[in-house]
């Protein structure tokens, strides 16, 4: 049994639930991102719960996304002065303080009552990059005002331009310097866990909610003014391909990233389309039942975008010693998903800086272990492949 198929069963178990209950009374006590769960998970309503931890069919990819790390070890070097350790990177012209991102995930307010505003409190005190999803539940000009600097904004690509071209200029408005466009999840997937949560069909509970499509609109801030009423919307486009790059390139100053490709092919046709930048993502295993971890994908893609762009990488970060794998592969950056937002449903702001700060020391301790005492230096020979 490998360490994360035995911590998935401590998990299970109740007494380890209860353990972990203590640890985590309070923001302050928590001694890893996992700690957060149980309380989360007894504060967010359990169709909610679903929602955020479920995955495409059985979770066999949000497994494959964590297990991925175990693939790979740390090569230890000693005798290096650790006193100062550097975490910033450059990305996009701007210097980021760490390369902890906080992926899109909709709906915040399905986790925390203060929702996205919370997140980017603590996402800016934290001084962590943050990218705001289109599905959020508030709008981008509140979160923005929140946030106090840059956001990314998340794009879904409605089949109708004229409803990303109002998305978009809302996020060059608010101040929000990248677009992030997902291409991912347009195949729709069965993510069994949520439904079997209760919930009929994506973030909609007919007990709840107003399960129309305008009803969706009108819970989901970003689209507040946009008028979503017209033939051709139908939901973000099935039908949208790399042509809707140039498009989105002509309509925005941002800087301009896609996020979920999984193959050195798809890298290379968003390269030839223009791209600023990649996300090697799969929805954290929400996308498709591929299982095929993200950062099994990453070197194939790091191979053919050969320095040219940044490439981040988001899915199964739990830990820093998980960062620290990632950037030795390639990455630029990270993203984490899952983690914040049980940091957010724990304890609301406080949670999400608690995650980011114990993500960050535990990076930081890696790092000394490899003698790396900038991310600049953490390279291929910091870790090797398990046998
Ligand atoms: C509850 C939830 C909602 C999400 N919503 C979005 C979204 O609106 N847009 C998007 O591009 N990705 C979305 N994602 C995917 C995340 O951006 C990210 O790729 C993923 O969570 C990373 O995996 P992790 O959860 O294992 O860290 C969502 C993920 C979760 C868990």
Redesign the pocket.
């Known amino acids: 049994m490998n360490r994360r198929r035995f911590l998935r069963y401590l998990r299970q178990s109740p007494l380890y639930a209860m353990a972990a209950e203590m640890v985590g009374q309070s923001p302050a006590s928590a001694l890893e991102v996992l700690d957060f769960i149980p309380i989360a998970q007894k504060n967010i309503q359990s169709q909610h719960w679903a929602?955020?931890m479920g995955g495409s069919d059985d979770n066999a990819t949000?497994r494959a996304?964590e297990e991925a790390y175990s693939k790979w070890r740390i090569r230890a070097r000693r005798h290096v002065d650790m006193t100062k350790i550097d975490l910033a990177v450059d990305l996009f012209g701007r210097r980021l303080a760490h390369p902890l991102i906080l992926?899109?995930?909709?709906a915040h307010e399905a986790f925390h009552p203060d929702g996205e505003s919370a997140t980017a409190r603590g996402a800016a005190a934290k001084k962590a990059q943050m990218i705001l999803?289109?599905?959020a539940s508030r709008n981008v000009r509140q979160v923005a005002k929140d946030y106090g600097g840059p956001l990314w904004f998340?794009l879904?690509s409605f089949s109708d331009f004229e409803v990303n071209r109002a998305l978009v200029r809302n996020a060059e408005e608010s101040g929000c310097t990248v677009l992030?466009v997902?291409v991912d999840s347009v195949g729709g997937s069965p993510r069994i866990m949520q439904a079997r949560g209760g919930v009929k069909t994506e973030q909609r509970c007919k007990a709840c909610h107003d399960a129309s499509e305008q009803g969706y609109y009108k819970e989901h801030g970003n689209f507040d003014g946009i008028d979503m009423t017209r033939a051709l919307v139908g939901g973000p486009g099935r039908a949208v391909t790399w042509a809707v790059l140039e498009k989105l390139r002509a309509a925005t100053k941002m800087k301009i990233v896609v996020?979920?490709v999984m193959t050195a092919e798809d890298a290379s046709a968003a390269y030839r389309a223009g791209v600023d930048g990649l996300i090697v993502?799969n929805?954290?295993?929400?996308a498709e039942n591929s299982m095929q971890g993200t950062l099994d994908a990453l070197p194939e893609i790091v191979e053919v975008i050969n320095g040219r762009i940044p490439v981040i990488v988001?899915?199964?970060?739990r830990r820093g010693v998980d960062i620290f794998k990632a950037l030795a592969l390639g990455a630029s950056a990270v993203?984490?998903?899952?983690?914040y937002?049980w940091g957010l449903g724990a304890y609301g702001q406080a949670g999400v800086e608690k995650v980011i700060d114990l993500l960050l020391a535990e990076l930081r301790g890696i790092m000394g272990s490899a003698g790396t005492t900038a991310v600049r230096h953490i390279s291929p020979l910091s870790i090797e492949r398990r046998v």
Do not use: E
Not at 103 to 106: D, I, L, R, T, V
Not at 283 to 286: E, I, N
Not at 335 to 339: L, S, V, W
């Open positions: 929602y955020l949000v996304n992926a899109p995930a909709a999803s289109t599905n998340q879904y992030a997902t996020k979920g993502s929805h954290g295993g929400r988001d899915g199964g970060i993203g984490i998903g899952r983690p937002i």
